[in-house]
């Protein structure tokens, strides 16, 4: 069973459309994540969510807009798409409330390429 | 930015340990050390942590030094699955905590 899943895996689109990316968590955590990993090989956290209200947001353009209908899932939306949005995507979840590690678990990532 | 810094690059030989510093001399006492890695073309996996002691789990040992300011990654017996980009990160905050990614270090692991 994938904990954290996403689709699609690849997702090559025009410069201008709209699109999203999927996630899900199996794993019962209350906080999920949005990285971004470009051509560079740099993860940087895009925003964070903990049951499903926003906690993180990095200094994303306003074309992204996360999405949380449960605490199971949470979306990335991106309006107006970019060459320079081209990257792999990394959805994660971790359990922050209690005791624990707090580990991040990572999904196998979204590659994302605008042309 | 990230508030650790790892050598680019390691080679190991398959079999042998690969011992993987990094420095945090930043670290302040509630922050834990963690490790994670990155195979190629695929998400980050968590390794293992720590806060002061050495810490050891199925995949690897972590050394921490007394004061804190500097740690190593053990993998006891390397194989060639091993290789990978290894992340240091020092965590912050404790709830919806980000991790901040650096650089890593690329390890290779030879025949």
């Known amino acids: 069973d994938t904990a954290v899943s996403q689709t699609p895996k690849y997702l090559v689109t025009q410069m201008g459309n709209d699109k999203s990316i999927k996630c899900e968590q199996n794993l019962g955590h209350d906080t999920m994540y949005w990285y971004k990993q470009d051509s560079k090989k740099f993860l940087k956290i895009m925003f964070s969510?903990?049951?499903?209200?926003?906690?993180i947001n990095e200094t994303v353009p306003n074309r992204f807009s996360p999405k949380s209908p449960d605490k199971a899932h949470l979306n990335l939306h991106i309006n107006s798409l970019e060459l320079g949005d081209s990257a792999v995507y990394f959805c994660a979840s971790s359990q922050e409330v209690g005791g624990g590690a707090k580990t991040q678990y990572f999904g196998p990532g979204t590659r994302l390429l605008v042309l | 930015d990230a508030k650790t810094t790892q050598p680019t690059s390691m080679d190991c030989a398959e079999g042998r340990a690969a011992n993987l510093p990094c420095n945090h001399s930043t670290i302040s006492g509630n922050e834990y050390v963690y490790w994670y890695r990155q195979i190629h073309s695929q998400g980050p996996q968590y390794i293992i942590h720590?806060?002061?002691n050495n810490e050891t789990n199925e995949m690897a040992s972590l050394i921490i030094t007394e004061d804190r300011k500097s740690s190593t990654l053990i993998l006891p017996h390397a194989t060639l699955r091993d290789t990978a980009v290894y992340y240091c990160?020092?965590?912050?905050?404790?709830?919806?905590?980000?991790?901040?990614f650096g650089q890593g270090t690329e390890l290779s692991v030879k025949p």
């Open positions: 990160i020092v965590r912050v905050g404790n709830q919806g905590g980000k991790l901040i």
């Open positions: 969510y903990n049951n499903k209200e926003l906690i």
């Open positions: 720590g806060l002061k």
